[in-house]
Structure formats: C-alpha cells, structure tokens
C-alpha cells in the first residue's frame, strides 16, 4: 500500500477515458513484461544463485513499490519495473510445474474476472467504497496464514485457502478501480494504480493456477 489513493481531488490532468485507457495500458505492460521476463527465465534456465539472489529477487519490488511514493511519473514507473521483472523471473520456474492447458485457462479465467470486476468497481461504486477495512482484514490473515504455511506444511494443502484468496484479490481489483475512479487524473496516479491493480491480478492468477493445478492433478 501507498499513499496514491491519498491524492484525490478535481485537479485533473487528462479525462476520465484516457486517465482509465492509461492504467489499462500500464496494467497490460506490467503483466506482458512479467510473461517476457518469465519466459525468458524458463527458456535460459537461468535460476538465482543461492539464498542472496533468491533475497535480492524478493527486495526489489519492496523498493519498487517503495520509489512509486514519489510524485514523478518517471520514477513510480522505474519502480513499476522494479517490481515486475523480479515477479516475472521468479515466475517463471513456477509455470514449469503445470500443464501448458492449465495455465492458459488460468490466464483466460484470471483475464475474465478482471475485467467484470474491473467494471463492477466502477458502475457500483457504492459497495466497494464500503469494503476496505474488511477486505485489509481478510488480507492480513491470509498473509498470516501463508506466513504459517511456512513452518506448517499441512497448511499449504487446504485447497480452501487459494478460494478464499482468490475471492478477496477479486474484490481487491474492484475496489482498486473504485478508489482510482476518485483520484486525480493524474499521469503520476496512473502508474501508481497499475501497480496496485498489477499485483492484485497476479495474485489472483496465481491463487487460480493452484486450484486448477490442483483439480488437474487429481
């Protein structure tokens, strides 16, 4: 989280189709760099070297999402890249794992709900402006949960927990839609809500790609 969504307003600098068609853009760069640099990774067989590269892989988009603070487009967006060339190397060696078939479904479905969600965010803005404690509650629980995951492998086998996860980056992506649609339109708030609109799609990807991954194994 950072403080875009803090900077809302009327001092416009573009108008409500092109400040959208702007994050659609940025969205899809994200996501297509993130497929690139995946797929790069898995066609090289390139793996980070040990704990420290693996480490080095997981603080970049920390700074990242860090430097899209900043009031510049230019360095939010070098920030966006921060965060999903890392995400798309580490990707990379997690597709492997799964069926080409299963994968490809995932990114329709995940592709999908994006979009009606997307929509939902903005035709019903009532609703979602009313889910944000709620839905930061239910993050930070899964996020306990996965932490658990860790030291309790069992934990990682309730098929559950990637439902529940999948359900709250569903809404996640509506209610980001809903808080850009009261932003200043700004080419700076554009980037910025890519990036939160980004990581709510990959989580969901990721969240399908298991359940998927799953029923396709039984």
């Not at 995932?106 to 969600?117: D, H, S």
């Amino acid at each position: 989280m950072t403080n875009v969504y803090e900077n809302t307003g009327s001092d416009h600098s573009m108008d409500r189709s092109a400040f959208f068609g702007l994050i659609t853009f940025f969205v899809c760069y994200g996501l297509g760099g993130s497929a690139l640099a995946a797929h790069l990774t898995t066609q090289s067989g390139w793996m980070p070297q040990g704990w420290m590269g693996l480490i080095g892989l997981l603080i970049l988009p920390f700074i990242g999402i860090f430097m899209s603070i900043s009031r510049s487009w230019l360095v939010s967006f070098i920030g966006y890249n921060l965060v999903l060339i890392p995400f798309g190397i580490l990707l990379g060696p997690s597709l492997q794992k799964y069926d080409a078939d299963v994968v490809r479904n995932a990114c329709l479905l995940t592709a999908g709900i994006t979009l009606v969600m997307g929509l939902a965010g903005t035709i019903f803005p009532g609703v979602f402006s009313r889910l944000g404690s709620a839905l930061f509650l239910s993050l930070s629980c899964l996020v306990l949960v996965r932490i658990a995951g860790i030291f309790v492998p069992e934990l990682r086998n309730i098929s559950a927990i990637e439902y529940i996860a999948a359900g709250i980056f569903s809404l996640y992506i509506g209610f980001d839609m809903w808080r850009a649609s009261v932003l200043e339109r700004t080419l700076d708030n554009a980037v910025d809500v890519a990036i939160s609109l980004y990581l709510d799609i990959l989580n969901l990807f990721l969240s399908i790609l298991k359940i998927m991954g799953s029923s396709s194994d039984d």
